[in-house]
T-cell receptor, first 113, second 112 residues
Framework: KAGVTQTPRYLIKTRGQQVTLSCSPI?????VSWYQQTPGQGLQFLFE???????NKGNFPGRFSGRQFSNSRSEMNVSTLELGDSALYLC????????????FGPGTRLTVT | DAKTTQPTSMDCAEGRAANLPCNHS???????VYWYRQIHSQGPQYIIH???NNETNEMASLIITEDRKSSTLILPHATLRDTAVYYC?????????????FGTGTRLTVIP
């Protein structure tokens, strides 16, 4: 089976812009979670989607949003980018009945200048 | 969710067993212990999880004390590729919402 894929792998944006990141889960996985990783804050949970519905959300501002499509693929969007949004954004997928056994993608490295 | 405490860093000689401890003294009866690792510049990787009994898979063994207040992840024959940050997480095994909160983990360095 192919693993979790994320696109793009690297991205450079300017402060104030918005960005959309994409994640394709492992085939058969209907749960997709997003995380932000920074050197200062570590790995932090953003949100989780299952069957196109957000069912869990971390403590991030409303500038961070996401969605899931009927094929389980997911996108996350960050609007009005700030310098502090520079981070590695990780996507993970899992089976419905094994929500905590997550399979992570390689991440998207976002740099905001 | 119960809080976990792990050493910040550890070294292990290549070929020897790496024993990574984790304290979770406030764990409740229905919470599981999960272990993940993150190799530099990669996404985290699920290793193993357990509730009460010791568990073993192709990657590692998980030893949970009888009172469940601590556990040890064992990599039986560490290789250089096992150099990574290892996260111990206590969580309910939910069908449904992801319930994982990663702490700072233990940075394991395998030395040639």
């Amino acid at each position: 089976k192919a693993g979790v894929t994320q696109t793009p792998r690297y991205l450079i944006k300017t402060r104030g812009q918005q960005v959309t990141l994409s994640c394709s889960p492992i085939s058969g996985h209907r749960s997709v979670s997003w995380y932000q990783q920074t050197p200062g804050q570590g790995l932090q949970f953003l949100f989780e989607y299952f069957s196109e519905t957000q069912r869990n959300k971390g403590n991030f501002p409303g500038r961070f949003s996401g969605r899931q499509f009927s094929n389980s693929r997911s996108e996350m969007n960050v609007s009005t980018l700030e310098l502090g949004d520079s981070a590695l954004y990780l996507c993970a997928s899992s089976l419905w009945d094994r929500a905590n056994e997550q399979y992570f993608g390689p991440g998207t490295r976002l740099t905001v200048t | 969710d119960a809080k976990t405490t792990q050493p910040t860093s550890m070294d292990c000689a290549e070929g020897r067993a790496a024993n990574l401890p984790c304290n979770h003294s406030t764990i409740s009866g229905n919470e599981y212990v999960y272990w993940y690792r993150q190799i530099h510049s990669q996404g985290p990787q699920y290793i193993i999880h357990g509730l009460k009994n010791n568990e073993t898979n192709e990657m590692a063994s998980l030893i949970i004390t009888e009172d469940r207040k601590s556990s040890t992840l064992i990599l039986p024959h560490a290789t250089l590729r096992d150099t990574a940050v290892y996260y111990c997480i206590v969580s309910l095994r939910q069908t449904g919402a992801n319930n994982l909160f990663f702490g700072t983990g233990t940075r394991l360095t395998v030395i040639p």
